[in-house]
């Protein structure tokens, strides 16, 4: 990694961050395995909650893939990434091959990509016309670089998430897509808003599909770097801790054994998609820890170019 990475690094990260590869010793390795193990405790909370949790965490796909990791608002010269309190800054302005937008360890992004797919955006929602284009991009609150950010952050996130898949051995299977669609389209009025949302950027349910794909590895991510989870005898008291919030009858139980069978299952499902969500995050930011990830600044040729960047700069 470059002594340029190293220093944003060690600028942007907290005390408590892992160590750089290679850098620790004994006793920082036992600090780093009593800090996963704390990371993977589950912060107390309601049912309800856990809920709502579970379907923000599973609705949210669009431009921002990597949920809770990139702020609504982007400087001109980086794009800034946040998780857990603990923020890793990426990508990082950097000098690229002519034609490239973005490198993730060593993947490039070529600047076509980003400009076929907002050219893509602009057509498919009618937005040929110049002037009708600063219009949609002064209501949408973008300039053409916070445009270009998004959709750079876009592919960014999706080839993180190809990597980390592939780090962890992680390769989706067709019934593994098929419970994300599940749980994303639920109901005949979730298919209608997702159409709709999906309208709003020029896209349909089948273009849909590769979010699906990355949705679907973030869930495995979780789950695998969470193996063994449920045996923990802390996951077992959180779980009880719930069960006693959400079910009245069961205020006094000192033990699962004690509590409906079916109660335990459905519960303990819960509280482990949380946990896994949880640990997606924490295995994220390891992951960005270790990882050169740039972008290029914006070029002054660009057939999306708008002048809302004029309007706000007023």
Not at 225 to 235: C, Q
Not at 252 to 260: G, I, K, N
Not at 289 to 306: A, H, I, Q, T
Request: charged share 25%; proline share 4%; with cysteine.
């Amino acid at each position: 990694m470059s002594e340029e990475k190293m220093s944003e690094q060690e600028r942007t990260a907290s005390p408590e961050a892992p160590a750089a590869s290679g850098a620790s010793d004994t006793s920082s390795a036992s600090n780093a395995s009593s800090e996963a193990e704390a990371n993977r405790r589950i912060p107390g909370t309601t049912v309800a909650v856990m809920i709502f949790i579970l379907l923000v965490a599973f609705a949210c796909a669009g431009v921002q893939v990597v949920t809770n990791m990139i702020e609504d608002k982007y400087a001109p010269e980086e794009i800034k990434g946040k998780e857990n309190l603990k923020p890793v800054e990426y990508p990082i302005l950097h000098r690229l091959p002519e034609g490239i937008a973005a490198e993730v360890n060593g993947v490039e992004i070529p600047e076509s990509t980003i400009t076929d797919m907002i050219m893509s955006l602009r057509h498919n929602v009618g937005l040929d016309d110049q002037e009708a284009w600063d219009e949609w991009m002064i209501e949408t609150n973008n300039t053409t670089e916070t445009l270009r950010n998004r959709f750079i952050l876009y592919n960014v996130n999706a080839v993180l998430v190809d990597q980390m898949a592939e780090e962890l051995g992680v390769e989706p299977t067709e019934e593994d897509l098929q419970v994300t669609r599940d749980q994303i389209y639920s109901s005949p009025e979730a298919i209608e808003m997702a159409k709709e949302q999906l309208a709003q950027e020029g896209r349909t349910l089948e273009d849909y599909e590769t979010d699906i794909v990355t949705l679907t590895k973030k869930r495995l991510i979780g789950e695998k770097y969470n193996e063994g989870i449920t045996e923990n005898p802390e996951f077992q008291e959180t779980v009880l801790s719930y069960i006693k919030q959400g079910y009245p009858e069961y205020a006094d139980a000192e033990s699962l054994d004690q509590v409906d069978p079916d109660i335990v299952s459905s519960v303990t499902q819960e509280v482990k998609a949380i946990s896994d969500t949880q640990a997606f995050s924490n295995y994220v930011r390891d992951f960005l820890l270790r990882s050169d990830v740039f972008y290029s600044k914006m070029g002054s040729d660009l057939p999306y170019k708008s002048n809302s960047d004029t309007y706000f700069m007023k």
